[in-house]
């Protein structure tokens, strides 16, 4: 998987390694963001809005050598762990957070890339786009 930062949108735009498909749509989708120690962003949860199918959706995702280790779906939310707790720093207080996610479909509805905002209501993710 790969995360980009969007300076203009203020956004982190995560995508399969290879973007397969053309976003023909953008919906915003309810979730929450995991934010540990330093604002490191540790993982988002997607929730079922819209009438997405969160598992056809993320099919391709799941589907992925990669990807699939990182993806958890079932028929109301997705999860994608975008990093682990630091082993140095011991037991690390993770912090959830509600968000906005947009999500980018293809023409069959399928997931081309989620779209993360770094400052929200409770919390801001400084890195991996800013300072550790």
Same mark, same amino acid.
């Given at each position: 998987?790969?995360?980009?930062?969007?300076?203009?949108?203020?956004?982190?735009?995560?995508?399969?390694?290879? +973007?397969?498909?053309?976003? $023909?749509?953008? =919906?915003?989708?309810?979730?929450?963001?995991?934010?540990?120690?330093?604002? *490191?962003?540790?993982?988002?949860? $997607?929730?079922?809005?819209?009438?997405?199918?969160?598992?056809?959706?993320?099919?391709?995702?799941?589907?992925?050598?990669? &990807?699939? +280790?990182?993806? &958890?779906? @079932?028929?109301?939310?997705?999860?994608?762990?975008?990093?682990?707790?630091?082993? &140095?720093?011991?037991?690390?207080?993770?912090?959830?957070?509600?968000?906005?996610?947009?999500?980018?479909? @293809? %023409?069959?509805?399928?997931?081309?890339? =989620?779209?993360?905002? *770094?400052?929200?209501?409770?919390? %801001?993710?400084?890195?991996?786009?800013?300072?550790?």
């Amino acid at each position: 998987m790969r995360l980009s930062y969007r300076p203009a949108e203020n956004t982190l735009r995560l995508t399969l390694d290879v +973007e397969r498909g053309r976003p $023909v749509a953008r =919906l915003d989708l309810p979730g929450y963001v995991d934010v540990g120690e330093g604002g *490191r962003l540790v993982g988002v949860e $997607v929730l079922t809005a819209h009438g997405v199918d969160l598992s056809e959706a993320l099919a391709e995702w799941v589907g992925d050598p990669v &990807a699939r +280790e990182y993806v &958890a779906v @079932d028929d109301k939310t997705a999860y994608v762990t975008l990093s682990v707790p630091e082993q &140095a720093t011991g037991r690390e207080e993770v912090r959830a957070a509600r968000a906005t996610l947009a999500a980018e479909l @293809d %023409e069959s509805r399928r997931l081309v890339a =989620l779209s993360i905002p *770094r400052r929200g209501a409770g919390y %801001e993710i400084s890195y991996p786009s800013g300072n550790q």
